[in-house]
């Protein structure tokens, strides 16, 4: 919430986070992240005789292990409602899937930012869910890279049954912009039927409780085409 977030002490810049500085916080537990912490700062807060638990959130799997961690970590229980929910969810996104067996797929771009333009693999825990939602994400494979930056000709030339804008920050300009830039090309398949789509800030992007919502509302945006065959 904004009025906790104004009594949070900041340490620094992401990467570049003081191991003596959290130390001297006398934290009862340092949450890290394996996939975005330096293994240095989580080796010398070891030394310093901090309890550090590493979260991992590369994965949907990951995700689900660091959300019972979190759990865990603050008293709520090994499976709280929010994690239950979540598991829920996905479980309905399967069913969905299913039920769509033998339909066309449609293409999704999820476009995660704009200057640069970034998308995500197969290698994320969001391009899992994409991929669990029954749609096929064009940039799934096509790099070594979690979230790659890639062309805008890249995405013309994939033809995208759906665009798919996941805004980062609360800049609507942002979102008003490479929405009026995607209608310059008319013959691309969402822009021809209407089907650039924007998800709510952050509900799919950051991986914690809040990915019930940004499920959802993928599954929504998505349901004209995905929606089961009767």
């Not at 603050?74 to 067996?101: I, M, S, V």
């Not at 000709?153 to 800049?171: G, Q, S």
Request: glycine share 8%.
């Amino acid at each position: 919430p904004p009025q906790l977030a104004a009594t949070v002490k900041v340490l620094g810049p992401y990467p570049r986070i003081s191991a003596e500085a959290v130390h001297a916080l006398k934290p009862d537990v340092v949450v890290g992240n394996i996939d975005g912490n330096d293994p240095q700062l989580i080796s010398s807060l070891r030394r310093l005789g901090d309890r550090v638990e590493l979260a991992d959130t590369r994965t949907l799997a990951g995700v689900l292990d660091s959300l019972r961690l979190m759990a865990r970590i603050t008293g709520a229980g090994e499976n709280p409602a929010p994690l239950r929910n979540l598991e829920k969810e996905l479980r309905d996104l399967d069913t969905f899937r299913a039920g769509r067996h033998g339909s066309p797929a449609p293409k999704v771009f999820l476009q995660l930012g704009w200057t640069p333009l970034v998308t995500v693999s197969a290698k994320t825990f969001i391009g899992e869910i994409l991929e669990r939602s029954g749609a096929v994400n064009p940039f799934a494979t096509t790099t070594k890279a979690g979230y790659p930056k890639i062309s805008f000709e890249a995405v013309v030339a994939a033809n995208p049954d759906f665009i798919v804008i996941c805004p980062l920050t609360d800049d609507d300009g942002e979102v008003s912009r490479s929405t009026a830039f995607w209608k310059k090309f008319p013959s691309l398949a969402a822009v021809k039927n209407g089907r650039i789509k924007v998800l709510p800030r952050d509900s799919l992007t950051k991986p914690g409780f809040g990915l019930t919502r940004g499920i959802r509302a993928l599954r929504e945006v998505l349901g004209e085409a995905l929606e089961p065959q009767s």
